[in-house]
C-alpha cells in the first residue's frame, strides 16, 4: 500500500472559505479612498460613517498631524530597530511617560498592536498548568494570549462575577489570571470592575483589563473605565489599551507596576522581536494624550450625542441594548436581517457595519453602531431618521403580508 495523502491545506482553506459563503458569513473588504471628519468616500460615494473607533474626532487634529510631521523631518519614518537594540527613541519614552502619568501607573511599556500586547503580556505573566478566568464575551487576542501561554482558560458567563469566583475557586492552588475587556467591543457595556477587583483580592488572583475601547472616553480625565470606578495600581495590577481608538493613532500600551514592565521587557515576545513603531507616530500619540486630557469638551459632546441617540432609538422602539459607551449596537439576531439593514442604510448614505458570526456569538448578528466627538445632533438625527424609515417599513411589510395570508 502507497503512503496516504496528507491533506491539502489549501484545498482545506478554500473549502472553509466556501462554507463561509454558503453561510452568508463571508468577510469582505472595503477601500476607503478619502476621510474628513465623520465622512467617507468608498466607491466613489460619500457616506456619513458610524463605524469609526475614533471617538474623540483625534485622527486628523491639527496638533498630532503636526506633531507627526515634525518628528518625520528630524527623524525619518521607521523605528529602524526593536526597542532593545537601537529603537527606543526619546518620542517613546516621552509617550510612555505621559500614559504612566495619565493613568496613574508607575510605567507603560508600548507595543506596535493592541493584539500584540495581549499577546505579550500573557505570555509573559501565565504558564502552562496556571488559571486564566476570563469574560465569555473578551477580544480575541485576551483568548488567543491565554492559549498561547499554555494556561487553562475558563470563561465565565459575560459579566457574572459570581460565576468567575466559581471559576477561580476550582482551583485554589493555581496561579491565577483574571482578565476582561474594560468597555466590551461588541455590546459596548462596561465590566463589573469593582466586583472583579474584589474577588481577586480575595482570592489573591491578578486582575488585567483591556480598556482599548474605555480609554480616552471613560473617566473625568479620559483615563479609562478603570479610572472611571475609583481604581487604580493596587486593585488592577495589568491595564492594557491602544492608541488607535479614542487616541486616533495606532500602536497600544501596557501600564503597571515597575515590576510588571520591568517583567514584560524581559519575558513579553511580541515586545522583544518586534521592531518599533515609528517615533512620529510615538510622538503624534503624546500629542493626543494631551489633547484628550485637555478638550475635555469632547468626551461631553460624546455623551451627549450617546444620549441623543439612545432616546431617539428608544421612542422609535429600536433593540438597544445596554450600553452608554460609543459603542451603540442594534441586536438584530439574523445574519441576514443585520446584512439587509446596513445595505438599506448604505443606499441612504449611511455606513454601519453588520457584525455576524463568529465574530458574535449565533442568532446575535446586530448593527453595530459607534459614536464620535466628529458626529453633529443632526448626523444623529439624519441615521435615526433612516434606521426608523427601514425597521418600520419591514414592520409594515410583514403586517401586510400576515394579513394576506388569511
Same mark, same amino acid.
Not at 507595543?111 to 500586547?117: C, D, E, N, R, V
Not at 468567575?164 to 467591543?185: K, N
Given at each position: 500500500?502507497?503512503?496516504? $495523502?496528507?491533506?491539502?491545506l489549501?484545498?482545506?482553506?478554500?473549502? @472553509?472559505?466556501? #462554507?463561509?459563503?454558503?453561510?452568508?458569513?463571508? %468577510?469582505r473588504?472595503?477601500?476607503? #479612498?478619502? +476621510?474628513e471628519?465623520?465622512?467617507?468616500?468608498s466607491?466613489?460615494?460619500?457616506?456619513?460613517?458610524?463605524?469609526?473607533?475614533?471617538y $474623540?474626532g483625534?485622527a486628523?487634529?491639527?496638533?498630532?498631524?503636526?506633531?507627526?510631521k515634525?518628528v518625520?523631518?528630524? #527623524?525619518?519614518?521607521?523605528?529602524?530597530?526593536a526597542?532593545? !537594540?537601537?529603537?527606543?527613541?526619546? #518620542?517613546?519614552?516621552?509617550?510612555?511617560?505621559?500614559?504612566? /502619568?495619565? =493613568?496613574? %501607573?508607575e510605567?507603560?511599556?508600548?507595543?506596535?498592536?493592541?493584539?500584540?500586547?495581549?499577546?505579550?503580556?500573557? @505570555?509573559?505573566?501565565?504558564?502552562r498548568?496556571?488559571?486564566? +478566568?476570563?469574560?465569555?464575551l473578551?477580544?480575541?487576542?485576551?483568548?488567543?494570549?491565554?492559549?498561547?501561554?499554555?494556561? /487553562?482558560?475558563?470563561?465565565?458567563?459575560?459579566?457574572? +462575577?459570581?460565576a468567575?469566583?466559581?471559576?477561580?475557586?476550582?482551583?485554589? *492552588?493555581?496561579?491565577?489570571?483574571?482578565?476582561?475587556?474594560?468597555?466590551?467591543?461588541m455590546d459596548?457595556?462596561?465590566?463589573?470592575?469593582?466586583?472583579?477587583?474584589?474577588?481577586?483580592?480575595? /482570592?489573591?488572583?491578578?486582575?488585567?483589563v483591556?480598556?482599548?475601547h474605555?480609554?480616552?472616553?471613560?473617566?473625568?480625565?479620559?483615563?479609562?473605565?478603570v479610572?472611571?470606578?475609583?481604581?487604580? *495600581?493596587?486593585e488592577?495590577?495589568?491595564?492594557?489599551? =491602544?492608541l488607535?481608538?479614542a $487616541?486616533?493613532?495606532?500602536?497600544?500600551?501596557?501600564?503597571?507596576?515597575?515590576?510588571?514592565?520591568?517583567?514584560?521587557?524581559?519575558?513579553?515576545?511580541?515586545?522583544?522581536?518586534?521592531t518599533?513603531?515609528?517615533?512620529?507616530?510615538?510622538?503624534?500619540?503624546?500629542?493626543?494624550?494631551?489633547?484628550?486630557?485637555?478638550?475635555?469638551?469632547?468626551?461631553?459632546?460624546? *455623551?451627549?450625542? !450617546?444620549?441623543?441617540?439612545?432616546?431617539?432609538?428608544?421612542? $422609535?422602539?429600536?433593540?438597544?441594548m445596554?450600553?452608554?459607551?460609543?459603542?451603540?449596537?442594534?441586536?438584530?439576531?439574523d445574519? @441576514?436581517?443585520?446584512l439587509?439593514?446596513?445595505?438599506?442604510?448604505?443606499? %441612504?448614505?449611511?455606513l454601519?457595519?453588520?457584525?455576524?458570526?463568529?465574530?458574535?456569538?449565533?442568532?446575535?448578528?446586530?448593527? %453595530? !453602531?459607534?459614536?464620535?466627538?466628529?458626529?453633529e445632533?443632526?448626523?444623529?438625527?439624519?441615521?435615526?431618521?433612516?434606521?426608523g424609515?427601514?425597521?418600520?417599513?419591514?414592520?409594515?411589510?410583514?403586517?401586510?403580508?400576515? =394579513?394576506?395570508?388569511?
Open positions: 500500500m502507497g503512503t496516504p $495523502l496528507r491533506p491539502d489549501l484545498q482545506r482553506l478554500a473549502a @472553509q472559505t466556501s #462554507e463561509r459563503e454558503r453561510a452568508n458569513l463571508r %468577510r473588504l472595503r477601500t476607503i #479612498e478619502h +476621510v471628519g465623520p465622512w467617507l468616500e466607491g466613489g460615494r460619500r457616506l456619513l460613517g458610524f463605524c469609526s473607533n475614533d $474623540l483625534l486628523q487634529h491639527p496638533q498630532l498631524i503636526a506633531a507627526l515634525r518625520v523631518d528630524d #527623524e525619518g519614518v521607521g523605528g529602524a530597530s526597542h532593545l !537594540i537601537c529603537g527606543h527613541r526619546r #518620542e517613546h519614552a516621552q509617550l510612555e511617560e505621559a500614559l504612566a /502619568e495619565w =493613568t496613574g %501607573r510605567r507603560a511599556l508600548l507595543f506596535s498592536t493592541g493584539y500584540m500586547a495581549n499577546l505579550g503580556t500573557m @505570555q509573559a505573566l501565565l504558564a498548568g496556571d488559571l486564566c +478566568v476570563q469574560d465569555k473578551n477580544h480575541a487576542c485576551l483568548l488567543d494570549g491565554a492559549q498561547l501561554a499554555g494556561a /487553562e482558560l475558563k470563561r465565565y458567563p459575560h459579566a457574572d +462575577v459570581a468567575a469566583a466559581r471559576q477561580l475557586q476550582s482551583r485554589p *492552588q493555581a496561579a491565577a489570571l483574571l482578565a476582561t475587556d474594560g468597555v466590551f467591543s459596548g457595556d462596561v465590566a463589573p470592575l469593582a466586583g472583579l477587583a474584589a474577588l481577586c483580592a480575595r /482570592e489573591h488572583a491578578m486582575l488585567m483591556d480598556d482599548a474605555g480609554l480616552g472616553v471613560l473617566g473625568a480625565d479620559g483615563a479609562g473605565s479610572q472611571a470606578v475609583g481604581l487604580g *495600581q493596587r488592577v495590577p495589568v491595564l492594557m489599551a =491602544t488607535g481608538k $487616541l486616533g493613532c495606532s500602536g497600544a500600551f501596557v501600564a503597571g507596576s515597575a515590576a510588571v514592565i520591568d517583567g514584560l521587557m524581559q519575558f513579553a515576545r511580541p515586545y522583544v522581536y518586534t518599533a513603531m515609528p517615533p512620529a507616530l510615538a510622538a503624534a500619540a503624546r500629542a493626543a494624550v494631551e489633547v484628550a486630557r485637555g478638550e475635555t469638551w469632547r468626551r461631553e459632546k460624546l *455623551q451627549s450625542l !450617546i444620549a441623543r441617540f439612545r432616546a431617539g432609538a428608544m421612542q $422609535l422602539g429600536l433593540p438597544l445596554t450600553s452608554h459607551s460609543a459603542i451603540q449596537p442594534l441586536l438584530l439576531g445574519a @441576514q436581517t443585520a439587509a439593514a446596513a445595505q438599506a442604510l448604505e443606499q %441612504r448614505g449611511l454601519v457595519t453588520a457584525i455576524r458570526p463568529p465574530t458574535v456569538p449565533q442568532g446575535q448578528a446586530r448593527l %453595530r !453602531i459607534t459614536l464620535s466627538a466628529s458626529h445632533d443632526e448626523h444623529v438625527d439624519q441615521l435615526l431618521d433612516a434606521l424609515s427601514h425597521f418600520h417599513g419591514q414592520a409594515n411589510a410583514s403586517s401586510h403580508g400576515a =394579513t394576506g395570508n388569511h
